[in-house]
């Protein structure tokens, strides 16, 4: 009886405790919603597709993030020795205008989005995100080959850059 007990818990801690790694986005935080630099609301599908053919490294940030400040300095020196990938930064800011003062006054060069549904929306419920940053890497085909990763300088990123 214990044996069995056993068994059963360490069955479920082996099966409960896997990474979930998609490979491609839910159809719902494919519909999700962001805001562009231009006040334009877009659909992340239609992000993915205007970019479709080249690599991106996503990075969901927010200005009064200490360490999404902390990070910045690294993605900006990514970005000099890697110019054919796509830089698409996912705001979480509290608002519209704090997102766009912080692009701004942090001069992050790349793609900016404000993500219009924030935490609860679609699109952060299929990352199951809970801290930020969070970094992403999606191939030319628009799999996603880096699902959860919390720091830009992980050399599976820079491994992965060089492919």
């Not at 608002?95 to 793609?111: F, T």
Request: net charge positive; hydrophobic share 40%.
């Amino acid at each position: 009886m214990r044996k069995n007990l056993v068994l059963v818990i360490a069955t479920y801690l082996l099966f409960s405790c896997s990474v979930y790694n998609p490979v491609e986005f839910s159809s719902k935080a494919l519909e999700d919603t962001f805001i562009s630099m231009n006040n334009e609301e877009v659909k992340f599908k239609d992000i993915l597709i205007k970019n479709k053919g080249k690599k991106i490294v996503i990075d969901i940030w927010a200005s009064w993030c200490k360490d999404c400040l902390k990070g910045l300095p690294k993605i900006k020196k990514l970005q000099e020795t890697n110019l054919e990938i796509v830089y698409l930064y996912l705001s979480l800011d509290r608002g519209v205008g704090p997102w766009k003062e912080g692009v701004s006054r942090l001069g992050i060069k790349g793609q900016h989005y404000y993500i219009k549904t924030g935490w609860e929306g679609d699109f952060c419920k299929f990352l199951g995100l809970s801290w930020i940053p969070r970094y992403l890497v999606v191939d030319e085909e628009g799999k996603i080959i880096i699902f959860n990763e919390t720091k830009i300088t992980d050399n599976l990123i820079t491994e992965i850059l060089k492919k």
